[in-house]
C-alpha cells in the first residue's frame, strides 16, 4: 500500500489502522526525513530518498519515502509524489509480480539506483556542455549554471554516502535477525 501523507485521511488510516507496530507506525508517519533503516522483531522500517516525480518526469529534487514492510506488508508513505515509486507502480500495473513485501522493496531499491544512475548521467552531460563552452571562450553564464550543477551533485553524493553507509551496517550487523532479513532481501 501507498499513502500521501499530505491527505489527512491517509495519514489518520496510518495512525490508526495499520497493521503495524508501534515503531513501524511511527516511522512511517514521522516528519524526520533523515536516512535511517531499523530492523526490530519482524519488520524492517524506515525513510529513503528518491528524485521527485514532476508531472511527466523526473524531477531533481531528492525527496524521501517512508516505509514499514513485514512478512505480508509493505506500506510506503510520501509527502510528494516520487519517481522510484511511480516507476514501480507502473510495473505492478503492468503485471510484474514480487512474491513478498521484501521483494517489492528490492524493486524499489533497484528502481532508485536506475533512477539515480540516469540522474548522475545527466549531471555529467550537463557539466560536459560548460566545460565545452568554456573551453570554446563562450562562458556567459557558466559560472552560475556550473554552480547549480556543482550543488546538486554534492546534495546527491552526500544522499548516496549515506544510503551505502547504512546498507554496509546493515550488512555487518551479526545478529540471526538481520542475516535473515538480508538474504531475504538479495
Not at 500500500?1 to 514521522?30: I, K
Not at 508531472?55 to 524521501?64: A, T, Y
Not at 516505509?67 to 507502473?90: D, G, N, V
Request: hydrophobic content about 40%; proline content about 2%; charged content about 35%.
Amino acid at each position: 500500500m501507498h499513502f500521501n501523507l499530505s491527505n489527512r485521511r491517509c495519514h489518520d488510516w496510518l495512525a490508526g489502522s495499520a497493521a503495524l507496530s508501534d515503531v513501524a507506525r511511527e516511522t512511517l508517519l514521522d516528519a524526520d526525513e533523515h536516512i535511517r533503516l531499523d530492523i526490530f522483531d519482524e519488520e524492517i522500517a524506515g525513510v529513503l530518498p528518491d528524485l521527485r516525480q514532476e508531472f511527466i518526469q523526473e524531477g531533481d529534487d531528492l525527496v524521501r519515502v517512508h516505509f514499514a514492510i513485514s512478512s505480508k506488508l509493505m506500506i510506503t508513505a510520501r509527502r510528494k509524489p516520487l519517481r522510484a515509486i511511480e516507476l514501480t507502480r507502473r510495473a505492478l500495473d503492468s503485471g510484474r509480480k514480487f512474491p513478498t513485501p521484501v521483494s517489492l522493496f528490492d524493486a524499489i531499491v533497484d528502481q532508485f539506483a536506475d533512477v539515480i544512475g540516469r540522474y548522475s548521467a545527466s549531471l555529467g552531460d550537463e557539466l560536459d556542455i560548460v566545460e565545452n563552452h568554456v573551453l570554446h571562450d563562450e562562458i556567459d553564464d557558466e559560472r552560475l549554471r556550473l554552480g547549480r550543477v556543482r550543488l546538486r551533485a554534492i546534495r546527491t553524493r552526500r544522499q548516496l554516502s549515506q544510503i551505502r553507509a547504512l546498507f554496509h551496517r546493515m550488512e555487518t550487523r551479526e545478529d540471526v535477525e538481520s542475516e535473515i532479513l538480508l538474504s531475504a532481501m538479495r
